[in-house]
């Protein structure tokens, strides 16, 4: 006999809400909707933010509406006429649109490959399609315009969770990053920019010293290839303010730093008031990285033992390659969130732990799987990605040719893209094309295939290879300004540099052919034959199709 107690509040059902409205809370803290921001639009999941040109207008959806229905008005119903220049434009059209017949079509990555694929399955060979990425950008590599975000912290967790210097207080020389530090001190609600300088202040004197050397990112210094990772965070952030230490404090810390101008402003500010407290400070030309490890090794080099207070695993990365033997004791002291504390890590343990053939192939490794100027791999993770590569004895002489100062962009293009082959269980002989294939036949009796889910095509890893090259050389050398990023996977877009996802259109253009039909209004229940080439494919019209609107 069944219980007489209704499933939705059995205990079970209970927990899992729980569950579910705490990643509720978490989502909605991390993309708070009702922090004041600037007037214009934006998407709280993807941060797409309409500008006033973009004529973005979902905001006014009934006032579109009804403005549309009063031309309704004192009209037969045979004369009303709907134009698309008058319905509502969504945040969706600021994303990459598919050009087919010179109308932009704005359709979901998924909805695309879905209708790409329909058609690719009804052809006698499918492989050579799988060259086409079947998508308006590489799924696996790009996410709503921008390139996926790795989770950097999951590899630096695996690196240290054995170096983790217990029962020691550190010493010696502290080298702070001050992207880091600006984070650090909680600002008062109301006060001055001199009050807040002054927190600062009491903070690096009372945690470091009386003379530690804080080194701060530099800003407004021409196109950078962080261009595009400082656009992600920027997209929510405060207007624009004047400065100085008499003017009142902005009431969001977080907004009113995730703006360059403000934030660079504020850096010289900052930097001047800890300048004159007897502290080192030094301003990057362009990422702070780079300088606060060349100034950590300089302090080391001189056998002077030296902590590095950060947080980003990037400058975890970079110290465990650069740290040398003979050099005095390098630490990185950075917050363990599991024990909310902090936590000292020594880097000649991590180098000790993990290895030569690991330090050796790290650089190139963390480019590979994503960090600030480079893609993430969907479903590949930094840690698992380390470790398959790092055991595999094929990757040796690959991660040297992408590393390699002389290398070519077709050497580094072909390791580059074997080394995504094994990444994703191929074999050395294998291509990503063919892989591409391989997979998607493989998933396709059990689930959906999503177009993430594939391996990227051999034109977007190459891009993405050419990138990652330019980034373990400035990594390498200390130096962002190393080589012209034009010539490695980026393109300049007005003053700004943008990666080049591939250089492929989406698909060939047989099956553009069908993508959407080009029935006539005036035809009487054209759709619905087999003159329609949506219908005669085995598709629903849409919204783009010529005539018919998807009616």
């Not at 479903?379 to 094929?394: C, I, P, T």
Request: aromatic fraction near 6%; glycine fraction near 6%; charged fraction near 20%.
């Amino acid at each position: 006999m069944s219980s007489g107690q209704h499933q939705e509040v059995g205990a079970s059902r209970a927990a899992r809400d729980r569950r579910d409205l705490q990643k509720m809370i978490e989502w909605f803290t991390d993309k708070d909707p009702f922090t004041p921001l600037c007037s214009e639009l934006y998407s709280l999941s993807s941060g797409l933010t309409a500008s006033a040109g973009d004529g973005i207008n979902c905001d006014c959806a009934e006032e579109v509406g009804t403005d549309m229905q009063q031309h309704f008005d004192s009209a037969s119903f045979m004369d009303v006429s709907l134009k698309r220049r008058d319905c509502v434009k969504t945040l969706q059209q600021l994303c990459k649109g598919l050009i087919v017949d010179k109308k932009t079509l704005f359709l979901h990555t998924t909805h695309l490959f879905s209708r790409l694929i329909a058609l690719v399955e009804r052809t006698s060979d499918m492989e050579p399609y799988f060259v086409y990425e079947l998508t308006t950008l590489p799924a696996s590599l790009f996410k709503d315009s921008l390139m996926r975000k790795p989770d950097k912290a999951g590899l630096g967790n695996e690196l240290t969770k054995h170096a983790v210097v217990e029962g020691m207080a550190v010493r010696g020389m502290f080298v702070l990053d001050g992207g880091s530090l600006l984070h650090k001190v909680k600002w008062p609600k109301l006060g001055t920019y001199h009050d807040v300088v002054m927190c600062y202040v009491r903070y690096v004197r009372s945690h470091f010293g009386a003379q530690a050397m804080i080194v701060f990112d530099g800003y407004n210094s021409g196109s950078s290839v962080k261009d595009h990772e400082h656009g992600r965070r920027s997209r929510k952030c405060a207007p624009s303010v004047q400065v100085d230490e008499t003017k009142p404090v902005c009431s969001n810390q977080q907004l009113f730093l995730a703006n360059s101008s403000n934030k660079s402003q504020f850096i010289v500010l900052l930097g001047r008031r800890l300048s004159e407290e007897g502290h080192t400070v030094r301003y990057a030309p362009d990422d702070a990285d780079t300088l606060i490890v060349k100034s950590a090794v300089e302090v080391a080099e001189q056998q002077q033992s030296v902590t590095v207070v950060a947080e980003d695993t990037d400058i975890l990365v970079l110290l465990v390659h650069h740290v040398q033997p003979g050099m005095a004791e390098v630490y990185m002291l950075s917050v363990c969130k599991a024990r909310k504390s902090m936590v000292s890590v020594s880097i000649q343990k991590v180098q000790e732990i993990n290895g030569t053939s690991a330090v050796r192939q790290l650089l190139v490794i963390h480019a590979l799987a994503g960090c600030d100027t480079t893609s993430a791999l969907h479903g590949r993770g930094k840690a698992s990605a380390f470790w398959k590569l790092v055991r595999s004895a094929d990757t040796m002489p690959l991660t040297d040719i992408v590393a390699s100062t002389t290398g070519t962009a077709d050497e580094v293009a072909s390791a580059g893209m074997k080394l995504l082959v094994l990444l994703y269980g191929g074999q050395m002989s294998d291509n990503l094309n063919r892989l591409r294939f391989a997979k998607y036949m493989q998933k396709i009796p059990t689930s959906q295939v999503l177009p993430e889910k594939l391996p990227p095509t051999e034109r977007a890893a190459l891009y993405h290879s050419l990138r990652v090259h330019l980034q373990v050389m400035q990594w390498t050398t200390l130096n962002t300004s190393v080589t012209e990023a034009t010539n490695w996977g980026w393109k300049l877009e007005g003053k700004t540099l943008v990666p080049i996802p591939t250089d492929l259109e989406p698909a060939p253009a047989d099956l553009f052919k069908v993508i959407r039909c080009n029935c006539k209004r005036t035809s009487v229940n054209q759709c619905v034959t087999s003159i329609c080439t949506c219908r005669k494919n085995g598709l629903h019209c849409i919204p783009a199709c010529g005539g018919c609107d998807g009616e």
